[in-house]
């Protein structure tokens, strides 16, 4: 199985920073790689798929970059509302597997 | 718009079985992949099986093959997943979820249900 590791696991920030969240593979998954957001007691939300792919919807406050094993995910001008865990997860192949979660917090 | 709403779930005795069901509206069912993903309680994401659009392939993680079976009734715009056998370590919140395009290999799971709880306890 693919494994894959996000870092930081909590990331605390202040309102207007930008923020950088990095998920490596354990082998190369080409960009074959989503980033999610979740808020408490509610069901992801897609955010980016094939590494840099913004998806509809989507503000471009978001940015996706990678290919390989390296990946990260760039939050532009922080804002309360951004507060969640964000989790990236590999489809290159089954089992399909997600990060442990990277908790962002506002300082 | 894409709608997954997903039902069944509840509280079971460990070696019990439970039908989880996942009705889909706006886009044609029959056309997309579909996948059960799981979340346990405080835990990460674990995907759980995958259907292919016709019905004909399926793949489960290693942890529920041979317990679990993933089926769809594309007539009925529903994709299930009946659960046998269960165990504690099968308590979470169960989610179905569509890739973005139709008869794809790319497993992105842009759309997600809200999720139904399963609670595996004596």
């Known amino acids: 199985d693919i494994q894959m590791t996000q870092s930081p696991s909590s990331l605390s920030a202040s309102v207007g920073d930008r923020v950088t969240i990095t998920c490596r593979a354990s082998?190369?998954?080409?960009?074959?790689l989503a980033w999610f957001q979740q808020k408490p007691g509610k069901a992801p939300k897609s955010l980016i798929y094939a590494a840099s792919s913004l998806q509809s919807g989507v503000p471009s406050k978001f940015s996706g970059s990678g290919s390989g094993t390296d990946f990260t995910l760039t939050i532009y001008n922080l804002q309360p509302e951004d507060i969640a865990i964000y989790y990236c997860q590999h489809y290159k192949s089954y089992p399909l597997t997600f990060g442990q979660g990277t908790r962002l917090e506002i300082k | 718009q894409v709608q997954l709403v997903e039902s069944g779930g509840g509280v079971v005795q460990p070696g019990r079985s439970l039908r989880l069901s996942c009705e889909a509206s706006?886009?044609?069912?029959?056309?997309?992949?579909m996948h059960w993903v799981r979340q346990a309680p405080g835990k990460g994401w674990e995907w759980v099986a995958v259907i292919s659009y016709d019905g004909n392939k399926k793949y489960y993680a290693d942890s529920v093959k041979g317990r679990f079976t993933i089926s769809r009734d594309n007539a009925k715009n529903t994709l299930s997943l009946q659960m046998d056998s269960l165990r504690a370590e099968d308590t979470a919140v169960y989610y179905c979820a569509r890739d973005l395009t139709a008869h794809g290999d790319y497993h992105d799971l842009t759309y997600w249900g809200q999720g139904t709880r399963v609670t595996v306890s004596p």
């Open positions: 706006g886009f044609t069912f029959s056309s997309y992949v």
């Open positions: 082998q190369g998954i080409s960009n074959f």
